[in-house]
């Protein structure tokens, strides 16, 4: 071995290194390519300053340079472009917003059950070379995910990840592409800069994803000093449904600030302060959470936005919520919707078009990525039993706003609890707004003024019990209309009257069913089937807020469409989604300074009908 010697002479500095070669091979260094040429495992470049030229086996000639200590006399410096400078490059030269991502996984190989490493290792090397030759193109970037190259194998499973990302970054030597290497680290210390040595000099990654919970000391080492030019995503709403155990949790007493807020708006700060070369990772399938991240991070910070495809996120919502006013800073990663295609250059087009006619359509709208946002409802009629029905849900704390899981999972931007009703005023007032809504209904009047089509409200158990009882004493108090009222046990009483039903007799009358939402229409359907065995005549329903929200992605109508569409019976509401959306355009005082406003339309814009 060849000594490494440092000298120093007229402040000049010598520094000369060299390398032997082993003369055992790693098992993997040498893997064959599809075209059955061999490849060595990635070496330092020729072109670095000190690298030994081997000439022989075992004989090697000292290459060395002489650098200067002195102070340089140049008054300035052309600033190095930054990974988020080099991908805003890209993606403008190609006019795509598309990352698309390399997820090797085993079973999508097509192996035999007994495969070597070797054999894992070049199955997933040319899987991942057909996606990138036909992708390149549309690809603003690529997003190669390290679990799935570390899976594959303790000897070649990483070197196989560097052949991929060096095979990217020789697609276009106009305008490289970015490589995000979607490893999420996170760690402090030394330990963090050694994945960030790992991710950059021996993967040869221009960015990573991280993990940012750790504080900046965990983020620092990716992206300051010898890799000031990368770049990093952190973590900030995820498109698991797990995310909302921690990253929507409260940072204030109000609840009106959540974790993944604070996360962007300190993304923004650490950013600012360090070349701008920090992002952020929002799920699709939360474009309220994508909506309110863009908000705090604010116009300059990218998003990389996974979710759309295979995990059910609108793409048309997640433009709409992520793009900045210029119709950027928004990274769309596909995986599984490109791998999987028959053809795969021509689905990753496909959604490169897509993409690019949703920013055009809302940039044509508005002039920036908001679509209007705060304009488009100003046009939904909202009575005035309707705005009061609102400022009193809001009093009463039935009615509240900020970031809530539902029982599908979804998380909305409001929450509505009429068991919170609770008073003798309140459920006086709230009987006059079911009963406003009842008469302004055409469905559910008879040609004669102010006469109804029913002869009972029928409260189903429990929470209908209240309400048909205020209902049919508001509709006779405010209008004059007398009809009956009836409702139902859960368990049949065996003594006195006897069995399930209580009240007024529904057998050969018309019926009015009373309830307060209605989320999969499970009561309504039940209590149609009962009525219908007692030979009532059901008429319709009467309920307090539609969401008008879809019952599924794959489902293009609501709960209510549903019930009213199979029962072929008309649904009334006191408000829907869009008088909500009116409202708080009429109604500054509840707005937040429009973020309400700009979370409620985002959440229309993926799950309302």
Same mark, same amino acid.
């Not at 048909?468 to 004059?480: D, K, P, Q």
């Not at 609501?558 to 008088?579: C, N």
């Given at each position: 071995l060849l000594t490494l010697i440092l000298l120093s002479h007229n402040n000049a500095s010598i520094i000369v290194s060299s390398s032997s070669e082993s003369s055992g091979q790693q098992e993997c260094e040498n893997q064959i390519e599809p075209n059955g040429q061999n490849t060595k495992t990635p070496q330092p470049s020729a072109n670095h300053p000190y690298v030994l030229k081997k000439q022989a086996p075992h004989i090697a000639t000292l290459s060395v340079t002489m650098t200067s200590t002195q102070p340089s006399t140049t008054a300035t410096t052309t600033p190095t472009p930054n990974f988020f400078d080099r991908l805003e490059e890209r993606s403008k030269a190609i006019n795509s917003l598309l990352c698309v991502g390399l997820d090797p996984h085993i079973k999508e190989l097509n192996l035999a059950p007994d495969a070597t490493e070797e054999e894992r290792c070049d199955a997933a090397y040319t899987f991942c070379k057909t996606i990138v030759m036909a992708t390149a193109p549309y690809a603003a970037a690529y997003k190669p995910n390290a679990a799935f190259f570390e899976a594959l194998g303790p000897n070649c499973g990483v070197t196989t990840l560097r052949r991929v990302i060096e095979l990217i970054q020789k697609m276009d030597d106009q305008n490289k592409i970015p490589v995000l290497l979607d490893c999420k680290r996170g760690d402090i210390g030394s330990t963090a800069s050694a994945y960030a040595e790992s991710s950059y000099d021996h993967l040869n990654a221009d960015a990573v994803t991280l993990s940012p919970l750790m504080g900046w000391d965990s983020v620092e080492p990716f992206v300051s000093g010898t890799y000031a030019d990368k770049g990093a995503f952190l973590l900030c709403k995820t498109s698991n449904p797990g995310s909302n155990d921690i990253l929507t949790l409260s940072t204030s007493t109000t609840q009106n600030d959540l974790l993944y807020e604070e996360i962007a708006r300190l993304t923004h700060k650490w950013g600012a302060r360090n070349n701008n070369n920090l992002g952020l990772v929002v799920g699709a399938t939360d474009t309220e959470a994508l909506s309110r991240a863009r908000k705090a991070a604010g116009q300059n910070v990218w998003i990389l936005s996974p979710g759309v495809g295979f995990q059910g996120g609108d793409l048309t919502g997640t433009m709409r919520c992520g793009l900045n006013d210029e119709g950027s800073g928004l990274l769309v990663p596909i995986s599984r919707g490109i791998s999987r295609a028959d053809d795969v250059a021509a689905k990753a087009m496909e959604f490169r078009d897509l993409m690019n006619a949703a920013r055009d359509d809302i940039l044509a709208n508005d002039g920036t990525s908001k679509a209007n946002a705060t304009t488009t409802t100003t046009n939904t009629d909202i009575a005035e039993y309707q705005q009061s029905f609102l400022k009193f849900s809001l009093e009463q704390g039935v009615l509240k706003f900020g970031s809530f899981v539902l029982k599908s999972g979804r998380t909305s931007p409001y929450f509505f609890n009429a068991g919170l009703f609770a008073t003798g005023a309140a459920l006086s007032k709230l009987g006059r707004a079911y009963a406003a809504s009842i008469m302004a209904s055409p469905e559910l009047k008879t040609d004669k003024q102010d006469d109804v089509n029913f002869d009972v409200i029928f409260g189903p158990a429990y929470k209908g019990i209240?309400?048909?009882?205020?209902?049919?004493?508001?509709?006779?108090?405010?209008?004059?209309?007398?009809?009956?009222?009836?409702? %139902?046990?859960?368990?049949?009483?065996?003594?006195?009257?006897?069995?399930?039903?209580?009240?007024?007799?529904?057998?050969?009358?018309?019926?009015?069913?009373?309830?307060?939402?209605?989320?999969?229409?499970?009561?309504?359907?039940?209590?149609?089937?009962?009525?219908?065995?007692? %030979?009532?005549?059901?008429?319709?329903?009467?309920?307090?807020? =539609?969401?008008?929200?879809?019952?599924?992605?794959?489902?293009?109508?609501?709960?209510?469409?549903?019930?009213?569409?199979?029962?072929?019976?008309?649904?009334?509401?006191?408000?829907?989604?869009?008088?909500?959306?009116?409202?708080?355009?009429?109604?500054?005082?509840?707005? =937040?300074?429009?973020?309400?406003?700009?979370?409620?339309?985002?959440?229309?814009?993926?799950?309302?009908?």
């Open positions: 209240s309400l048909g009882a205020v209902v049919a004493a508001s509709l006779y108090s405010e209008y004059g209309v007398d009809v009956g009222f009836a409702y %139902n046990r859960k368990e049949a009483k065996d003594h006195g009257e006897g069995g399930i039903l209580v009240g007024a007799s529904m057998t050969d009358k018309r019926v009015l069913v009373v309830d307060d939402v209605i989320t999969a229409g499970t009561a309504i359907r039940e209590s149609y089937a009962m009525l219908q065995k007692i %030979n009532a005549v059901p008429v319709g329903v009467s309920i307090a807020l =539609d969401r008008a929200e879809k019952r599924s992605l794959d489902d293009p109508v609501s709960a209510v469409q549903a019930v009213a569409r199979d029962l072929q019976i008309p649904v009334v509401s006191i408000v829907s989604l869009p008088q909500l959306q009116a409202f708080l355009v009429q109604n500054p005082s509840y707005n =937040d300074g429009g973020s309400v406003l700009e979370r409620v339309t985002a959440y229309r814009e993926q799950y309302g009908v």
